[in-house]
């Protein structure tokens, strides 16, 4: 079984540029996440969908941060502008539904360097 | 704000010592759950625990939760290189939340031949 992919792996951009990032979770998976983690701590809830909708984005900046999920599949997460401290591992999971105890399969990350 | 914090934060120590690893929160949790997580890989699910006082083995790691379901601890016995990594806990609250996950602040651990 394949598990979650994203694209890139790696991103460097300037600060106040835009990047986007890609998630494509297991298959049946109804709920994907995305986490902020900061080299070395543990991943932050940025935004968690079920299906196309979203269940919790209490930690997203909203000012600069977004994210869809529009045929319930796919996700995308975009900065912009970008700012140095967003330098992190952007790391997007999936689980097949939201319910508590629903383990939680998470994809390679992608390490985005902002300068 | 749930908070977890881990220690100690940083671990480094021959093959075949045993090692210890704390999460401590103020909130109690419905059940906490232990992930590795290795370099430019994405955290992989160790264990779950549910109960308090509930004592979970793996091959050399043993994993407790605390009674009152605040805390935990993962021992590793007679570490071996492949354990290196970032061990993270994590909780998942009391009020619903949609299988949302607090993560604690990490400790990584690395073995030496």
């Known amino acids: 079984e394949a598990g979650v992919a994203q694209s890139p792996r790696y991103k460097i951009i300037e600060k106040r540029q835009s990047v986007a990032f890609w998630c494509n979770p297991i298959?049946?998976?109804?709920?994907l996440y995305w986490y902020q983690q900061i080299l070395g701590q543990g991943p932050k809830l940025l935004i968690q969908?079920?299906?196309?909708?979203?269940?919790?984005d209490s930690q997203l900046p909203k000012d600069r941060f977004s994210a869809e999920r529009l045929k319930g599949v796919d996700s995308t997460l975009k900065i912009q502008p970008a700012k140095l401290e967003d330098s992190a591992v952007y790391l997007c999971?999936?689980?097949?539904?939201?319910?508590?105890?629903?383990?939680?399969?998470f994809g390679p990350g992608t390490r985005l360097t902002v300068l | 704000t749930q908070l977890l914090e881990q220690s100690p934060q940083f671990l480094s120590i021959q093959e075949g010592e045993n090692l210890t690893v704390y999460c401590n929160s103020s909130?109690?949790?419905?059940?906490l759950q232990w992930y590795r997580q290795e370099p430019g890989e994405g955290p992989v699910l160790l264990v779950t625990?549910?109960?308090?006082?509930e004592v979970k083995k793996l091959k050399r790691l043993t994993f407790q939760f605390g009674d009152a379901r605040k805390d935990s601890s993962l021992h590793i016995t007679a570490a071996q290189p492949g354990d290196t990594g970032l061990y993270l806990c994590?909780?998942?609250?009391?009020?619903?939340?949609?299988?949302?996950?607090?993560f604690g602040t990490g400790t990584q651990l690395k073995v030496e031949l």
């Open positions: 969908f079920q299906n196309n909708g979203v269940v919790d």
């Open positions: 298959s049946g998976h109804a709920t």
């Open positions: 999971a999936s689980s097949f539904n939201f319910y508590q105890g629903n383990e939680q399969f």
């Open positions: 625990v549910v109960t308090g006082g």
């Open positions: 909130s109690v949790f419905s059940s």
């Open positions: 994590a909780g998942a609250g009391l009020t619903g939340g949609g299988n949302k996950l607090t």
